[in-house]
């Protein structure tokens, strides 16, 4: 059975608020959630299934179990993530530094910082956690 791209951006739409995503056109959501979606499955070297999709028909070609679902979902934020945190650092080198101290964005970059660095140890997590069950016990015990 197949798994819509749809199920994978649902679940990362509701790990994020983007006022941007209200103003967006339909074709420019898809195109960005598609952006970050390949980058996630890229970064997600552990899971074979991914490299198997239907762009055509918007899905991937075999069954993505929930943590799977999970994974991709935290990785697509970590993209979001990094592009938000880009304007970001570009918005403060076109400012003075003291500029920048003083306008809330300072605050709003270290608030996004934080959030990157606990979503990408989330994300370390549950990778490890999916690499190691499915390597069964015993085919360790084999090499």
């Not at 403060?92 to 608030?111: A, C």
Request: net charge negative; charged share 30%; with cysteine.
């Amino acid at each position: 059975m197949a798994t819509p791209y749809s199920v994978i951006e649902n679940s990362f739409l509701n790990k994020i608020t983007d006022d941007l995503l209200l103003s967006m056109v339909d074709e420019d959501i898809e195109a960005m959630l598609d952006s970050y979606r390949v980058s996630a499955s890229v970064m997600f070297k552990q899971c074979a299934k991914l490299s198997d999709t239907d762009d055509v028909k918007r899905v991937y070609s075999t069954t993505l179990t929930n943590e799977e679902i999970e994974i991709l979902a935290n990785l697509m934020v970590l993209e979001w993530l990094k592009q938000r945190i880009n304007s970001m650092e570009l918005l403060r080198m076109g400012m003075s530094t003291k500029d920048f101290r003083t306008y809330k964005q300072s605050e709003h970059l270290n608030s996004l910082l934080a959030l990157k660095k606990d979503t990408l140890g989330a994300v370390d997590r549950l990778i490890v956690s999916y690499t190691y069950s499915k390597n069964k016990l015993s085919d360790l015990r084999k090499v």
